[in-house]
């Protein structure tokens, strides 16, 4: 009766030694493999730096090359605008030396122009004068010569004739042709009167006769350069008349430049 009351207790007992013995077996045996699974993890964290590592290096090596690569295009289009402008630039030069080249232009053919009226101007002179206005007038005579002046003027073409002076001045090289016509009455003086260039006599017209009215003439062509100037002198001790009549008259006009 005691031993089948002690021998479930005893099975009891064996059970639970049982137990601990596989707990302590599993114990050590997971005592004993720890250390090598503790490196094994280690290693294997390490390997995972590193490939993540390299993943980050390869990663940001080909963000860079593709931000170089951008950099590249936006140089490129950079470059590429540069030229552009460049082109541009060019053809506004262009543009802007074509413009300067038509204006040069334009103003060698308005100067040509200017120098084509002016000669037209200056190859367009003669003039026509007498010697007093309105009234009859006697003039002289004079112990010296004394230059005539024309006050009457009918045609001063070219404005080359001065009608306060008695004076006309060549405009232009060229020739020119002048004639003039002296009117006085006879007397014991006579009617003359001589052409000068520059103050140099060229030819006289000249009548003396003791009564009635005498006239003389005479004419001239003469080359004379710009600015010469050319007029009539009464010639000394000579007597001269003109009347509303027009008898005493100097005229002159170019025949061609030179």
């Not at 993890?41 to 080909?62: H, P, Q, T, V, Y």
């Not at 007029?231 to 030179?258: M, Y």
Request: proline residues 2%; glycine residues 6%.
């Amino acid at each position: 009766m005691k031993i089948a009351l002690f021998l479930p207790l005893l099975l009891v007992v064996c059970s639970v030694c049982s137990v601990e013995t596989e707990q302590t077996e599993a114990l050590a045996l997971q005592q004993s493999f720890s250390p090598d699974v503790h490196a094994a993890l280690r290693e294997m964290i390490a390997s995972l730096e590193r490939l993540e590592l390299k993943f980050l290096k390869n990663d940001n090596a080909a963000k860079f090359e593709r931000q170089e690569a951008e950099i590249e295009k936006l140089k490129k289009q950079l470059k590429d605008h540069d030229t552009k402008l460049e082109g541009q630039e060019t053809e506004t030069n262009k543009l802007k030396k074509q413009l300067k080249d038509h204006d040069t232009k334009l103003e060698g053919q308005e100067t040509e122009t200017n120098k084509l009226k002016k000669q037209l101007e200056v190859s367009q002179v003669a003039f026509s004068a007498s010697l007093v206005v309105d009234s009859a007038k006697h003039f002289g005579p004079f112990n010296i010569f004394t230059t005539l002046v024309f006050s009457h003027v009918v045609t001063n073409i070219g404005n080359a004739y001065n009608q306060h002076t008695g004076i006309f001045t060549a405009p232009v090289k060229g020739a020119y042709h002048f004639e003039w016509y002296i009117g006085g009455h006879g007397g014991n003086e006579g009617s003359g009167a001589v052409l000068l260039k520059n103050g140099a006599r060229i030819f006289i017209s000249y009548e003396h006769q003791t009564s009635g009215y005498v006239k003389s003439s005479n004419g001239a062509t003469l080359l004379l350069e710009r600015g010469d100037q050319v007029f009539v002198q009464q010639w000394a001790h000579t007597k001269i008349f003109d009347d509303e009549n027009r008898h005493t008259t100097f005229s002159g006009h170019l025949l061609f430049t030179v």
